[in-house]
């Protein structure tokens, strides 16, 4: 008997429920490949491609991607290490300072020709006269017009005003077009270090201030303990 109603219709499948199965049978066309034969995707130019060699071209821009990816990790743990380098031989000279004039020779050495730095300026806040030759002292922090710079005990970095450029960096400051100042603080604030740049972009108000800020840490202990020394 061949009733048309008894005749069971085969499901339909959408295709997504296609796609669902596919990504979870990975090997499904390892164990049936002759459908590779017969599948084609439409290239971005209007030709076409099997499956095998879309899947391929697009594991190859993956691999691309993620060999870029190592590369630039590569790269950004290779400047690491020379920037660890030369921070620890900073630190190690700061250690080694036992005078004032010493830590500003420190300083100088490791900014200027180690981080690239141009002009260096020391400022402390003191009440008496400082035993150094190479740092500036002044009275009082409240009077002085880089009060604005020590008001949050943080690093700033961009262009400085005329007035303030001058007052830092003195009769250098004519060439120095941006700047990096870092208050010096050990419950007090003790001073300032200016780092001074030929260049306008070298330092933005933009970037970061992490290496700066850790300067500025060991430097306010060694010349803490320096003051200590000398008014004992």
Known sequence: MNDASNVLE????SAEQVADYLASHPDFFTEHTWLLEKLYVPHQRGTTVSLVERQTSLLRERNQLLHGHLADMIDAARHNDVQFEKTKRMVLALLEAWTLDDVAVAVEESLCHDFYGDETALLLFSERSLESNSIRTLARAEDSLVQPLIETNLPSCGQL???????????????????????????????????GSYDPNYFQSSQGTLFLSYVGEVLSRIIFRILQEQRG
Do not use: C, H, W, Y
């Open 10 to 13: 085969a499901p339909t499948l």
């Open 161 to 195: 005003s005329e007035a303030m450029n001058r007052f830092l960096f003195q009769d250098r400051a004519v060439k120095v077009q941006s700047a990096a100042v870092v208050p010096l603080v050990k419950g007090d604030t003790l001073g300032l270090l200016a780092i």
